[in-house]
């Protein structure tokens, strides 16, 4: 299965359609749609006394504004939701937001611009290390379809490849068999298609790719529940010891399992 590649800074504009442009003091109270954001901080700093160099205060900003502060490293809490109202009176042709992020100190985190839809759900992700001046912002579009029956759920990479001297990284179920990828290649800010499983469980096998035999990095696992669409994130354990080799990788790669359309 080929990997379906996005891009940091460009995101498609997805086709979606308004409420309508009903004001908030109509008869039934407020109408109005808007687009949201669900963050999460993955970014690292290694070697620092304390998280507050990576630590995010996040602001969306469109048509109106949404803000957030104090956002530590995610781990498996759930994001914080952020609603910006886009101004699709053209048909999206003019919907273009800013996303951006700073720490305590007002250093940049991030800041990028990217194309939203209003009544759509997006996951963001930061990742990259403050001690080598390389954050940045991943962002994409949930799927809002209903999951009949099972688990439908895709990897969103935070961590480097290259730190581990590895190219990219390959993905399979641990009990799929050596070789049995659903995804390779898989680089820093990169998400895979979407996969299915009917298991109560996610267990992987995180492996270098293009080698033979398999050189694994590392096996992670996490809970999931029937029904549901997941962003499942591959991080660092630890923001202030990311893995920065392979040997390291073992015990310091772990995946979080986010629910999607949780609003």
Do not use: K, W
């Not at 839809?117 to 940045?136: E, H, K, L, P, Q």
């Amino acid at each position: 299965m080929n990997l379906l590649y996005f891009t940091p800074l460009v995101v498609a504009a997805a086709v979606a359609s308004s409420c309508g442009d009903d004001d908030d003091d109509g008869f039934g109270g407020s109408l109005r749609s808007d687009a949201s954001v669900f963050y999460y901080n993955q970014i690292t700093s290694n070697g620092a006394a304390d998280q507050s160099t990576l630590t995010a205060d996040v602001t969306l900003s469109g048509d109106d504004s949404d803000s957030v502060s104090g956002v530590g490293y995610s781990g498996e809490d759930e994001g914080p939701e952020l609603r910006v109202r886009i101004d699709d009176a053209n048909d999206n042709d003019d919907n273009s937001v800013s996303l951006e992020g700073v720490n305590s100190s007002g250093g940049r985190l991030f800041r990028t611009r990217v194309n939203l839809a209003n009544n759509s759900n997006y996951t963001a992700v930061s990742y990259g290390d403050t001690s080598f001046n390389s954050t940045d912002i991943a962002l994409f579009e949930q799927n809002a379809s209903d999951v009949d029956s099972g688990v439908r759920f895709r990897v969103i990479n935070t961590v480097d490849p290259e730190d581990l001297n590895a190219s990219g990284f390959a993905l399979r179920y641990s009990d799929s068999g050596t070789g049995n990828y659903f995804s390779t290649g898989v680089r820093q800010g990169d998400a895979t298609e979407y996969q299915s499983t009917n298991a109560g469980s996610l267990n992987l096998v995180v492996a270098r790719t293009g080698v033979d035999p398999e050189e694994r990095f590392a096996r992670v696992d996490c809970s999931l529940s029937g029904s549901r669409t997941y962003d499942v994130i591959l991080a660092a354990n630890d923001p202030l010891n990311p893995p920065l080799s392979e040997s390291e990788a073992e015990d310091e790669l772990v995946i979080y399992c986010h629910p999607q359309e949780r609003n």
